[in-house]
């Protein structure tokens, strides 16, 4: 199984403040079909998971641009430009290029 | 909008059986692979089982192979989850999510599984 690994697991933020996150896999992600299949989800305090961005760099219908994510093979980054209240959460990185689907272990975002 | 539902959660004995479903609204269901996906009190995001669109095809994580079986009835736009000789380390929130070309794009808000004496 593809290995998520994500850093770092807790991210004290100041409100306005951009909040960064790694995730790196334990091999390339780049499917066969040439896509790369890393999606990054928000789970917010008793919250079900939620979908933000979706092939490495996409944002999911609804999701403020203040999120935005890149990279490219094992190494992406989640970055929230300007962190609000209603981002404190867990967000996990997860790869569906091979099965079975694996996620990172989760970075807690918290306010200062 | 697209809507999942999970249901049939609860407090089980070790040994135990519960069956959860998931109700699919807002899209056409047997269109789509569906997963389900479980969460333990305070830990992280495990893959469970996946099943493709008819249900001729399913797969499962090595933790619940034989014991749990996945199943949908497309007709009801229901998603199964039947669990058998349950173990306290199942005990988590299950979710149901829907796979699509971008990935695991919908999921439901989850029932919780309890497995204890």
């Known amino acids: 199984d593809i290995v998520m690994t994500q850093t770092p697991l807790s991210s004290p933020v100041t409100l306005g403040q951009p909040a960064s996150i790694s995730c790196r896999s334990s091999q390339s992600l780049v499917h066969s079909d040439g896509n790369t299949y890393l999606s990054w989800l928000q789970q917010r305090p008793g919250q079900p998971p939620r979908l933000l961005i979706y092939?490495?760099?996409n944002r999911f219908s609804g999701v403020p641009d203040r999120f935005s994510g890149s990279g490219a093979g094992a190494d992406f980054t989640l970055k929230i430009s300007r962190v609000e209240a209603e981002d404190v959460g867990v967000y996990y990185c997860?790869?569906?290029?091979?099965?079975?689907?694996?996620f990172g272990q989760g970075t807690k975002v918290e306010i200062k | 909008e697209v809507q999942l539902v999970e249901s049939g959660g609860g407090l089980v004995q070790p040994g135990g059986s519960l069956r959860l479903s998931c109700a699919a609204s807002g899209f056409t269901f047997s269109n789509h692979w569906m997963h389900w996906v479980r969460q333990a009190p305070g830990k992280g995001l495990v893959w469970v089982s996946r099943?493709?669109?008819?249900?001729?095809?399913?797969i499962y994580a090595d933790s619940v192979k034989g014991r749990f079986t996945i199943s949908r009835d497309n007709a009801k736009n229901t998603l199964f989850l039947q669990m058998n000789s349950l173990r306290a380390e199942d005990t988590a929130v299950y979710y149901c999510?829907?796979?699509?070309?971008?990935?695991?794009?919908?999921w439901g808000q989850g029932t919780l599984v309890t497995v204890s004496s």
């Open positions: 999510a829907r796979s699509s070309r971008i990935g695991d794009d919908y």
């Open positions: 099943i493709n669109t008819d249900g001729s095809t399913t």
């Open positions: 092939k490495i760099s």
């Open positions: 997860m790869q569906s290029t091979q099965f079975p689907q694996t």
